[in-house]
């Protein structure tokens, strides 16, 4: 595929699926980890129930009654795309496949976010790993990727690509698995342990 019907076809994605990530994802959803946020808010009066170790000190002094401090939920979260480009991954319509639109989507959402995101091309071995950055620079380079990719393998292991995430990526990480899950080797057991 030539350079510029690479960059028309990309750009074409991206708009498609920039509405489509707006208009699916529109809500900022919450992280599914556990912990408490690092940024500073604000300070508001002590409630029932508030942590006693959140209270401000000094504020509670100069007013005389106890004050906490809100913290804001850190969200930076790391998304990784495990998509599979074995022989069988063809699938869509004659311009756009459905897993360069899924992809676009997840990642166009992800930067609205704020998040990282990373991707692993796999097929019966990792074919390709993009290490996991913020922008929309890096979306476009891995949509680019996506599209002009070449496979050399034509079969599927998804445990091995699932294997590979888990030592790849040491951070808690969200994962979204692209396949047509015909896999000769069955992959239940990596889902559950992944």
Same mark, same amino acid.
């Given at each position: 595929?030539?350079?510029?019907?690479?960059?028309?076809?990309?750009?074409?994605?991206?708009?498609?699926?920039?509405?489509?990530?707006?208009?699916?994802?529109?809500?900022?959803?919450?992280?599914?980890?556990?912990?408490?946020?690092?940024?500073?808010?604000?300070?508001?009066?002590?409630?029932?129930?508030?942590?006693?170790?959140?209270?401000?000190?000094?504020?509670?002094?100069?007013?005389?009654?106890?004050?906490?401090?809100?913290?804001?939920?850190?969200?930076?979260?790391?998304?990784?795309?495990?998509?599979?480009?074995?022989?069988?991954?063809?699938?869509?319509?004659?311009?756009?496949?459905?897993?360069?639109?899924?992809?676009?989507?997840?990642?166009?959402?992800?930067?609205?976010?704020?998040?990282?995101?990373?991707?692993?091309?796999?097929?019966?071995?990792?074919?390709?790993?993009?290490?996991?950055?913020?922008? +929309?620079?890096?979306?476009?380079?891995? *949509?680019?990727?996506? /599209? !002009?990719?070449?496979?050399? $393998?034509?079969?599927?292991? #998804? @445990?091995?690509?699932?294997?590979?995430?888990?030592?790849?990526?040491? +951070?808690?990480?969200?994962?979204?698995? *692209?396949?047509?899950? /015909? !896999?000769?080797?069955?992959? $239940?057991?990596?889902?559950? #342990? @992944?």
């Amino acid at each position: 595929m030539e350079t510029s019907e690479l960059l028309k076809k990309v750009r074409r994605i991206e708009i498609k699926t920039r509405g489509l990530s707006r208009n699916i994802f529109a809500g900022q959803y919450h992280s599914a980890f556990k912990g408490r946020g690092m940024a500073f808010s604000e300070v508001r009066e002590y409630q029932y129930g508030d942590d006693i170790r959140d209270i401000d000190w000094n504020v509670t002094a100069r007013y005389v009654r106890p004050y906490v401090k809100v913290f804001e939920e850190e969200r930076e979260l790391t998304v990784m795309l495990l998509i599979d480009v074995s022989g069988s991954r063809d699938f869509g319509s004659v311009n756009v496949m459905k897993k360069e639109v899924i992809t676009a989507t997840l990642a166009f959402s992800a930067i609205q976010n704020n998040d990282k995101i990373g991707v692993v091309f796999f097929s019966d071995k990792i074919e390709k790993f993009i290490p996991p950055q913020k922008g +929309k620079k890096h979306i476009l380079y891995v *949509i680019r990727e996506l /599209i !002009d990719f070449q496979p050399d $393998k034509k079969q599927t292991n #998804i @445990a091995q690509a699932l294997k590979y995430l888990t030592n790849a990526i040491k +951070k808690r990480c969200t994962a979204f698995l *692209i396949s047509d899950f /015909i !896999d000769k080797d069955g992959f $239940k057991e990596a889902l559950t #342990i @992944a």
